[in-house]
T-cell receptor
Framework: NAGVTQTPKFQVLKTGQSMTLQCAQD?????MSWYRQDPGMGLRLIHY???????DQGEVPNGYNVSRSTTEDFPLRLLSAAPSQTSVYFC??????????FGEGSRLTVL | GESVGLHLPTLSVQEGDNSIINCAYS??????FIWYKQESGKGPQFIID?????DKRQGQRVTVLLNKTVKHLSLQIAATQPGDSAVYFC???????????FGQGTRLTINP
């Protein structure tokens, strides 16, 4: 049972480049979400989804797009990366109102 | 507004002592609270949760206390071990909402 899998684990981008952070879960969880973690800022919610075809914005959605075409996958897209998006990104999923299961994180550096 | 904060950013305790990590929240409509542990380079891991209809919940070596009157949450770790060294986050969810709001975290350091 893999849980929540994020790829890539590390990525370096130049300003203006685009990329997609992948997230997949094999627990049949309806709810999936993306957080970013910056020093001293805790975890801030970017986008979330309560099921396939449904997405919504979190606290810091600007500069990020998401889609949810399947229950298993919830990719996060950066269309034009900026240095302010340098961060560690975590994908998480859950069933019902219980605990969130987190992936191991994707460390992104934008130069 | 909705916010979750911590009283102390760092906590240092002796191995074998009990640790208490505190968390304040401001939203009286919060109905679910959860504690996570994050070790360096890893994703947050669930420790324990509590619903607003409870005051206390115990797990293995951990206890969560909820005081709704003063909007305060605490995590107690008994007989702290070196493996407990990590950053601890509290998070809360508002009734009817989906998202979890996280606090900034407390770094727990265990002295031998």
């Amino acid at each position: 049972n893999a849980g929540v899998t994020q790829t890539p684990k590390f990525q370096v981008l130049k300003t203006g480049q685009s990329m997609t952070l992948q997230c997949a879960q094999d627990m049949n969880h309806e709810y999936m979400s993306w957080y970013r973690q910056d020093p001293g800022m805790g975890l801030r919610l970017i986008h979330y989804s309560v099921g396939a075809g449904i997405t919504d914005q979190g606290e810091v959605p600007n500069g990020y797009n998401v889609s949810r075409s399947t229950t298993e996958d919830f990719p996060l897209r950066l269309l034009s990366a900026a240095p302010s998006q340098t961060s560690v990104y975590f994908c998480a999923s859950r069933v019902g109102v219980g605990e969130l299961f987190f992936g191991e994180g994707s460390r992104l550096t934008v130069l | 507004g909705e916010s979750v904060g911590l009283h102390l950013p760092t906590l240092s305790v002796q191995e074998g002592d009990n640790s208490i990590i505190n968390c304040a929240y401001s939203n009286s409509a919060s109905d679910y609270f959860i504690w996570y542990k994050q070790e360096s380079g890893k994703g947050p891991q669930f420790i324990i949760d509590i619903r607003s209809n409870m005051d206390k919940r115990q797990g293995q070596r951990v206890t969560v206390l909820l005081n709704k009157t003063v909007k305060h949450l605490s995590l107690q770790i008994a007989a702290t071990q070196p493996g407990d060294s990590a950053v601890y986050f509290c998070a809360e969810k508002t009734q009817g909402a989906q998202k979890l709001v996280f606090g900034q975290g407390t770094r727990l350091t265990i002295n031998p």
